[in-house]
């Protein structure tokens, strides 16, 4: 089982192929998916401090477009299979800060 570490946080290991945005919220990570997972809205974001997140498909990187993000470290949690370690930091915008996470994401 793959071992995620949230900077400041901790690590736990989940299965493998789970979404990076669910295995943070289950493990007590505020991380916010207002748009439930559909890469949308990019409230999801994280800092990949090591491992492999996989390949970027187009739709996170339509969403990072619009709303330039332009670091390639800087991942949608929505979007990312967990496959092998990885080291986060999950990345709190300032203008949602008042805001509740969106419908869960499916799996």
Known sequence: MPTVTVKDKGSFQVEAGTKLVLALEDNGV??????GGNAKCTTCRCEIISGDPGLMEQPEMDARKRRGVDDEAIRLSCQIRVESDLTVNPIRLASVEDLDAGPRPTE
């Open 30 to 35: 505020d991380i916010l998916h207002r748009c």
